[in-house]
């Protein structure tokens, strides 16, 4: 089968198609046909940062998610043409992940999926959707009749929040670093835009957000914090602003009295999880967002536009597209 085989840290010119032996399934895991991939920079840092550290187990196929059908159901529960997704749980870095045309995947982090979806926009779901839906749930416990405040909105997750906190009822605030990014949220689901200066504490909003999802990150993670009303809730998931932690943190200054901080860590979905955004997606009729897609073939000029953050959205590997 063909595969993309990282060796060591290498660049986005150096990456090929490799020709290597379909895997033999393994009591506990399943074989997937994969029919397409979804890119994250993740995927990109491995290639750059961290294929040459040891917890990383190379050669290595590249991939933290999937969309795709049973090839083989091996000992599970799952049958043959079950249409799956996969995502996290070590793929692409643990153990063999998605650029390639069978995974082999352990079954607890592979999910039977009901969608008419078509296998393109269904690879844009898993971790996007699971990560966006993941903070507004378990992290600002999202109500309808919330006011969501998003900042980071342009992003393949902050574009995903905004299609979901819709969908359950909250009024959404996108923020976001430039103006002419508006109505492109509001035809997503934005209520309310606004330019994101690294400065929002203070700004007069049509509602003041008692939720937010923050996916700047800690460069603006203490702003954030003082944006919210009180009670309010943050959720810090995203790294956007490449400051990947908080200086000298001390929490009883840095987080206001009645706000709530939590984070989110999309490596543990679960079916329920993963039905729930499905429901979600079917009842409100969501067409899942991506921007580019990308024969197998075309590994180097999809992982090139990954790196330099030029596609403006999801970019998605069609796995059964030859060039």
């Not at 998610?65 to 091996?74: F, Q, R, T, V």
């Not at 269904?122 to 903070?135: I, K, R």
């Not at 393949?156 to 996108?174: E, F, H, N, P, S």
Request: aromatic share 8%.
């Amino acid at each position: 089968m063909k595969a993309v085989v990282i060796h060591q840290c290498c660049k986005a010119e150096e990456l090929t198609v490799s020709e290597i032996s379909t895997p033999e399934v393994i009591p506990g895991w399943v074989l997937i046909k994969v029919h397409a991939a979804g890119l994250n920079h993740s995927e990109a840092i491995l290639r750059l940062h961290e294929a040459d550290l040891d917890y990383i187990h190379t050669p290595i196929v590249p991939g933290i998610e999937c969309a795709g059908e049973i090839a083989d159901a091996s000992d599970s529960d799952f049958r043959k043409g079950d249409r799956v997704v996969a995502l996290m749980g070590g793929m692409g870095r643990t153990f063999n992940g998605s650029y390639e045309e069978y995974a082999l995947l352990p079954a607890h982090h592979v999910f039977k999926v009901e969608t008419s979806l078509d296998w393109i926009s269904l690879a844009a779901v898993p971790e996007t959707y699971f990560t966006a839906y993941g903070s507004l749930k378990e992290c600002l416990l999202l109500t309808a009749g919330d006011t969501l405040l998003v900042r980071g909105a342009t992003s393949t997750v902050g574009q995903a929040a905004i299609q979901l906190g819709k969908a359950m009822g909250a009024y959404v605030i996108a923020a976001c670093r430039r103006e002419n990014s508006f109505e492109q949220l509001r035809q997503i689901g934005a209520d309310e835009c606004v330019v994101d200066d690294g400065r929002l504490a203070g700004h007069m909003f049509a509602r003041t957000p008692n939720k937010l999802l923050e996916l700047v990150g800690p460069k603006t993670l203490q702003d954030s914090l003082r944006t919210v009303s009180h009670p309010g809730y943050v959720c810090d998931t995203g790294i956007l602003g490449n400051v990947f932690t908080v200086q000298h943190f001390e929490p009883i200054k840095y987080i206001p009295n009645g706000v709530f901080l939590s984070s989110f860590f999309s490596n543990y979905p679960t079916q329920q999880l993963i039905d729930e955004i499905f429901s979600l997606i079917r009842i409100h009729s969501i067409q899942p967002l991506y921007r580019r897609v990308f024969a197998l073939d075309e590994i180097v000029e999809a992982h090139q536009l990954l790196e330099d953050g030029g596609a403006g959205g999801k970019i998605i590997l069609n796995i059964d597209k030859q060039q």
